[in-house]
């Protein structure tokens, strides 16, 4: 599976749009992008997930580049709630994920 | 649905004692994945199942630690003896082994082994 880098920590601002960036310049062709979060002291939870075209659905947005090298989670209206660790995971839909160590993104009031 | 369950949710036990944790997926999910979570490794994959057979248990750390599942609705993760160094969160996950990997993940078990 592609390896995935992804920034340690950012911060946002409560009600402004939270912009992840991930790199996954080896992705293969057939290799999924999915996005998981995991707050505090609870289980990741699937966010979203793509393989060429943009994708949204009532959590965030999801875009991925032209060459596929890159994608950008994008949470619209960013809510204290929203604060969590954000994994970037490239896979194939038959295999295993392999979290990495992900961004803490913290949304400040 | 409730989700996936996992039981229980705070294990301490001392070093050298049989350690069970116990998981519910969600109905209708084949399959089924046990993950260990620990501040130095971060969030690991010890195995998982698809249709209650275990395809992947690479990243078991030793015998030790053993996991089954006996039918589609519940599943065991084992260590014996326990060792401080397996104090972690361990987690249970379930999925549809569909087009693709959308897992759902259980609280968590927070085990210490003194």
């Known amino acids: 599976d592609a390896k995935t880098t992804q920034p340690p920590s950012m911060d946002c601002a409560e009600g402004r749009a939270a912009n992840l960036p991930c790199n996954h310049s080896?992705?293969?062709?057939?290799?999924?992008v999915y996005w998981y979060r995991q707050i505090h002291s609870q289980g990741p939870q699937y966010i979203i997930h793509g393989l060429k075209n943009n994708e949204t659905n009532e959590m965030a947005s999801l875009i991925i580049t032209e060459d596929r090298k890159s994608s950008t989670l994008i949470l619209p209206h960013a809510t204290l709630r929203d604060t969590a660790v954000y994994y970037c995971i490239v896979s194939l839909p038959e295999r295993q994920l392999t979290f990495g160590s992900g961004t803490q993104l913290t949304v400040l009031p | 649905d409730a989700g996936v369950i996992q039981s229980p949710r705070h294990e301490v036990t001392e070093m050298g004692q049989e350690v069970t944790l116990r998981c519910k997926p969600i109905?209708?999910?084949?399959?089924l994945f046990w993950y260990r979570q620990t501040m130095m490794r971060g969030l690991e994959l010890l195995i998982y199942?698809?249709?209650?057979?275990?395809?992947?248990d690479s990243g078991m750390p030793e015998d030790r630690f053993s996991a089954k599942m006996p039918n589609a609705s519940f599943s065991t993760l084992k260590i014996q003896p326990s060792e401080p160094r397996d104090s972690a969160v361990y987690f249970c996950?379930?999925?549809?082994?569909?087009?693709?990997?959308?897992?759902?993940f259980g609280p968590g078990t927070r085990l210490t082994v003194l």
């Open positions: 109905s209708g999910h084949n399959s």
């Open positions: 080896t992705i293969s062709g057939n290799e999924y």
């Open positions: 199942f698809n249709n209650n057979v275990p395809i992947d």
């Open positions: 996950a379930s999925s549809f082994s569909g087009e693709y990997n959308e897992q759902f």
